[in-house]
Nanobody, 122 residues
């Protein structure tokens, strides 16, 4: 059974940084698109970053470009999201996800973690 387990969420002040981790078991990274999504209270879940199975690049939503960095460690089956210069409107539950499709543009993935809470205070 494939499992995705996020960690690293926390309360941080505006301008601060966090590193989220997602350990994915029983899944070959070469055959799946991988992504981070987030969902703020009262809002729809939105894509943050994702790999493209077409060109191998990582894509980001516009408002996190230059602040967030997604990375992949195949040796440990873990993906990361480095969040820098955090803003109050980055507050959300962050989810990692995996899908057999092309990965981008963002769409609803088939496999999800349970989420980790990121709260940014002003």
């Amino acid at each position: 059974e494939v499992t995705l387990v996020e960690s690293g969420g926390n309360l941080v002040q505006a301008g601060g940084s966090l590193r989220l981790s997602c350990r994915i078991s029983e899944l070959s990274f070469d055959d799946w698109a991988l992504a981070w999504f987030r969902q703020a209270p009262g809002k729809l879940r939105e894509g943050v970053s994702a790999t493209s199975r077409l060109d191998g690049n990582i894509y980001y939503r516009d408002d996190v470009k230059g602040r967030f960095t997604m990375s992949i460690d195949k040796a440990s089956n873990t993906i990361y999201l480095q969040l820098n210069n955090l803003r109050p409107n980055d507050t959300a539950v962050y989810y990692c996800a995996a899908d057999r499709g092309v990965g981008v543009p963002f769409y609803w993935y088939s496999l999800w973690g349970q989420g980790t809470q990121v709260t940014v205070s002003s």
